[in-house]
């Protein structure tokens, strides 16, 4: 039997006999039945506390040319005219000298925290090296202060879905290490 599966479902296929064209048509059967397989990508989730207010926090953290200055080898190149809103567009460039890659990003979704209700940033990654997608969330805390959720999902073109583990691993390391910096008091 050979099983492939995704969170949201599982495809269960059994192949009897071992001939030729066996994976051939599980491969078919798997496109059909989950034909956004080949979308998913490792998944990111930093939650951090802050003392900060949550309009506080959420200036610092949509600060992009901050961002750019808090991870390593990173500058950030703002596209559009501020202020930040849906359609905002900038790129972090990261690389020494002549070896640079480009990370440009759109803001498609932009709702700042405004007294008791959350804010939310959500950005898609338009790269030919770096895709995907990763959302900023600011929500109130009971005891004053807020919580920070970042959540992001990427894929790093050429790369199969043998590294998604290192891949998750060394952007967890650091996006919480920008976070940690951007929330910093």
Same mark, same amino acid.
């Given at each position: 039997?050979?099983?492939?599966?995704?969170?949201?479902?599982?495809?269960?296929?059994?192949? $009897?006999?071992?001939?030729?064209?066996?994976?051939?048509?599980?491969?078919?059967?798997?496109?059909?039945?989950?034909?956004?397989?080949?979308?998913?990508?490792? $998944?990111?989730?930093?939650?951090?506390?802050?003392?900060?207010?949550?309009?506080? $926090?959420?200036?610092?953290?949509?600060?992009?040319?901050?961002?750019?200055?808090?991870?390593?080898?990173?500058?950030?190149?703002?596209?559009?005219?501020?202020?930040?809103?849906?359609?905002?567009?900038?790129?972090?460039?990261?690389?020494?000298?002549?070896?640079?890659?480009?990370?440009?990003?759109?803001?498609?979704?932009?709702?700042?925290?405004?007294?008791?209700?959350?804010?939310?940033?959500?950005?898609?990654?338009?790269?030919?090296?770096?895709?995907?997608?990763?959302?900023?969330?600011?929500?109130?805390?009971?005891?004053?202060?807020?919580?920070?959720?970042?959540?992001?999902?990427?894929?790093?073109?050429?790369?199969?879905?043998?590294?998604?583990?290192?891949?998750? $691993?060394?952007?967890?390391?650091?996006?919480?290490?920008?976070?940690?910096?951007?929330?910093?008091?």
């Amino acid at each position: 039997m050979v099983t492939r599966s995704n969170p949201r479902s599982t495809v269960a296929v059994s192949i $009897a006999d071992r001939h030729p064209w066996a994976e051939a048509i599980f491969a078919a059967q798997f496109r059909v039945c989950m034909p956004d397989y080949d979308a998913l990508m490792p $998944a990111i989730r930093i939650i951090r506390r802050t003392r900060l207010t949550p309009a506080r $926090a959420w200036l610092r953290l949509t600060d992009w040319e901050r961002h750019g200055a808090e991870v390593p080898l990173t500058r950030t190149i703002i596209e559009t005219d501020p202020p930040t809103r849906v359609g905002t567009r900038f790129t972090a460039r990261t690389g020494v000298g002549r070896i640079t890659f480009d990370d440009p990003m759109e803001v498609t979704v932009w709702q700042p925290p405004e007294g008791v209700s959350t804010g939310l940033v959500r950005l898609v990654k338009h790269g030919r090296a770096v895709t995907g997608r990763a959302e900023i969330e600011v929500r109130p805390a009971p005891a004053g202060g807020c919580e920070v959720e970042w959540r992001e999902e990427l894929r790093v073109r050429g790369l199969g879905r043998l590294f998604d583990p290192l891949v998750a $691993a060394a952007a967890r390391f650091l996006f919480a290490r920008a976070l940690d910096a951007l929330l910093r008091p």
